[in-house]
């Protein structure tokens, strides 16, 4: 009758690359197992309280939590594959043979690929973070993947985006410096109107929106004298990136209500027609 290390030892597949037993077939189990043990105990239990003594952005815990699972993961991989007995040459020889083969047929993949990973490193698109695309989409990074991201638009649909659009296009990403936005709604009034008392009406109502910033402090500008109005520029600054479209309809209101109190008209266009009898 065999001993039990006689049994772990059995060879289950021989040849000359591969050699395949019970016991190595636990040590690659094993191996797996620590690098997820591992991934755990650091994104969970570790890194959160060194996040909240460097009072580190949600965007940055999200990216350093990618890359060490990444890296854990890849080690844990391949030497998982080293227990078992393959011979990692073969194995690095198979990688380089497929990534010629497929290389031109996945090129978009690699490049997605490859893309990721320059998100992830660099930094400059973090989860949390509102952007505007090139299609003028506006939304929330929920999820940097490895080959795709996911963002939430203002219509609570999520959109999944090639990382290499994320790269190779241009982003507005409107919270990668300051976590601030400046805005601007332009209105025209009446030329008989007084252009001092538009300004502070408009200051007042910008100041009372609760989504406007106090600091910076919204200001107005005389834009142009228009075809047939004044034309009055009012700048602000708001945090709530998302929903801005809303903030902007408040404020029209307000304005709208506002001049018809204090009876400052908002001018039809005028054109002036001439006719000549032949």
């Known amino acids: 009758m065999e001993t039990l290390e006689q049994l772990l030892n059995l060879k289950l597949f021989r040849e000359t690359d591969f050699e395949f037993s019970l016991i190595n077939l636990f040590w690659a189990a094993m191996t797996l197992a620590i690098a997820w043990g591992l991934v755990w105990l650091f994104t969970q239990k570790i890194l959160p309280q060194f996040y909240k003594r460097q009072k580190t952005e949600i965007g940055s815990q999200y990216t350093i939590n990618q890359l060490l699972k990444y890296l854990i993961y890849t080690i844990g991989l391949l030497w998982a594959i080293q227990n078992l007995g393959i011979n990692t040459n073969v194995i690095w020889g198979a990688i380089a043979a497929l990534a010629v083969g497929f290389g031109l047929g996945l090129q978009q993949t690699f490049n997605d690929l490859f893309s990721g990973l320059i998100i992830l490193f660099e930094g400059k698109i973090r989860v949390g973070d509102s952007v505007e695309l090139t299609n003028s989409v506006v939304g929330r990074i929920v999820r940097i993947g490895i080959r ?18 994320l790269v190779v296009e241009s982003v507005n990403n409107w919270n990668h410096d300051y976590n601030r936005v400046r805005f601007m709604l332009s209105v025209g009034v009446h030329y ?48 709530y990136l998302i929903v801005s479209g809303d903030t902007l309809s408040d404020l029209r209101y307000e304005i709208y209500r506002v001049f018809k109190e204090n009876n400052i008209e908002i001018p039809y266009p005028q054109r002036v027609v001439y006719s000549k009898n032949t």
């Not at 142009?224 to 009055?232: I, K, W």
């Open 192 to 239: 008989d109107s007084n252009p001092e008392q538009v300004r502070d009406l408009l200051l007042e109502i910008a100041k009372a929106h609760p989504r406007v910033m106090k600091q910076p402090a919204p200001f107005v500008r005389f834009a142009d004298f228009g075809d047939s109005a004044l034309m009055f520029e009012l700048y602000f600054y708001s945090r």
């Open 148 to 165: 795709t991201s996911n963002i939430e638009t203002r219509d609570n649909v999520v959109m999944v985006v090639p990382n290499s659009k």
